[in-house]
């Protein structure tokens, strides 16, 4: 029995990952379900129950910080948050997974956690799809929009920035990702206008960049250590 219980975590990890939506629930907080994200800020906070392998998402206005409290959940940092941004007039959601940085444990299994990350967030994304279906349902060109995933790392190797393509596609298996040397998310306008929105994250630098300088939350210092990292490298 015990032989065949340590297969259980092995297969789950190298076999398919698949969303069941009996296992997500789904909390509303301060928004309209229906209601368009370029009109009002709005954030996806995921946790998931080891114990239960059940999942809680947290629709809100800005990060859900009730949801991450707990020992577990600050140490094991798994936690996925993401929200819909409007650059130059296009809808694009922006999801945000911590890899390393705060805790050496995290340090030590870095390359695990972002395969695992990578292999999970297809069922993330189809989390964030069931979990807004009314969203998506009254407004479908949402599920054009591009997926850009921010890896968050004090290793170098996995702090970067993917485009898994558009939100339809993004939900199969590897989405269609590209190279991070080959595009990186468009910048908003600098000066306030109507065709960019929120001008500034709701995810604070805090939840994911606390006690790791390497470690940016923010998209545009993200990416400003995201082409340092590179140029160091091409030297």
């Known amino acids: 029995m015990m032989k065949n219980r340590s297969t259980v975590p092995v297969a789950r ?3 398919p990952a698949i969303f069941e939506a009996s296992k997500l629930k789904v909390m509303f907080l301060g928004v309209d379900e229906k209601k368009h994200p370029s009109k009002l800020p709005r954030t996806y906070t ?7 392998a059940k999942l809680t998402l947290a629709i809100s206005q800005s990060i859900n910080n009730s949801q991450l409290q707990g020992w577990a959940n600050k140490l094991f940092r798994d936690e996925v948050v993401a929200e819909w941004k409007k ?17 050496f444990l995290l340090d030590l299994i870095a390359k695990l956690r972002y ?14 799809v069931h979990g807004d279906e009314h969203l998506l349902n009254n407004y479908p060109e949402l599920q054009e929009a591009l997926v850009w995933v921010y890896f968050h790392s004090n290793i ?25 040397c080959e595009t990186l998310p468009e910048q908003p306008c600098l000066d306030e206008c109507s065709c960019c ?20 939350v923010e998209r545009r210092n993200l990416l400003t250590k995201y082409r340092y990292n590179r140029s160091k490298k091409k030297q």
């Open 13 to 15: 990890l190298f076999g």
């Open 46 to 52: 995921l946790t998931h129950s080891d114990v239960t």
């Open 87 to 103: 650059v130059k007039g296009k809808m694009s959601l922006h999801v945000h997974c911590h890899i390393s940085g705060g805790h």
């Open 115 to 128: 395969y695992i990350f990578c292999k999970e967030l297809p069922v993330v994304l189809k989390a964030f």
């Open 156 to 180: 170098p190797e996995f702090n970067k920035v993917e485009c898994w393509g558009p939100l339809c596609e993004a939900t199969s298996h590897d989405g269609c990702r590209t190279h991070t």
């Open 197 to 216: 929105f929120p001008a500034v994250s709701k995810i604070p630098h805090g939840r994911h960049g606390e006690d790791d300088e390497e470690v940016a």
